[in-house]
C-alpha cells in the first residue's frame, strides 16, 4: 500500500486551473533493468509531450511543464534499486509529484484539468504485495 494523506488526495483531486499530467508506470525489481525503466518512462513523457502538443499547448510551455520529469532519466540515484514496482509521476506547471507503490500501475499517460488518479485510488485498495 502507498502512504498519502487524505487531506493530500483532496489536494490532488481538485480541479487544475491548466493542463496537467499523470504518468503511471511499472517498475522493475533489479538495478540491472533500472535502464529500461529510464527509457519506459521517456517514451511516457514524450506521449505526454505529443498529447499536450494536440491539445493546442505551445512548444516553451511544454518544455516547461515537462522539464523537471525529463531531468529523472538522467538522475542515477532516482533510479536506484528501491524495492517498489510501480511509479507514478504527477506534472503541473512548477510542480512534479512522484510516487512509488508497492502495486504495479499499468502504463498509462493522462493530459487534462486534473490528475487522473484511479490508478492511486486502487493502490490504496489492495494489500501490499511482497
Not at 522493475?28 to 494536440?54: C, F, P, T, W
Not at 507514478?88 to 502504463?107: D, G, H, N
Amino acid at each position: 500500500m502507498i502512504a498519502i494523506r487524505p487531506e493530500e488526495m483532496r489536494s490532488l483531486a481538485a480541479p487544475r486551473a491548466a493542463l496537467c499530467v499523470s504518468i503511471y508506470m511499472p517498475l522493475h525489481g533489479s538495478r540491472r533493468d533500472s535502464q529500461q525503466d529510464v527509457i519506459r518512462l521517456k517514451n511516457l513523457i514524450n506521449a505526454a509531450d505529443e498529447m499536450l502538443a494536440a491539445r493546442g499547448m505551445r512548444r516553451p510551455e511544454i518544455d516547461a511543464l515537462l522539464e523537471e520529469a525529463r531531468a529523472l532519466e538522467g538522475n542515477g540515484l532516482f533510479w536506484r534499486f528501491t524495492g517498489k514496482k510501480g511509479l507514478a509521476l504527477l506534472i503541473e506547471p512548477k510542480t512534479l509529484r512522484w510516487i512509488r507503490s508497492q502495486v504495479a500501475f499499468e502504463e498509462s499517460v493522462a493530459v487534462e484539468t486534473r490528475y487522473h488518479l484511479a490508478p492511486l485510488v486502487q493502490a490504496f485498495c489492495e494489500p501490499e504485495r511482497r
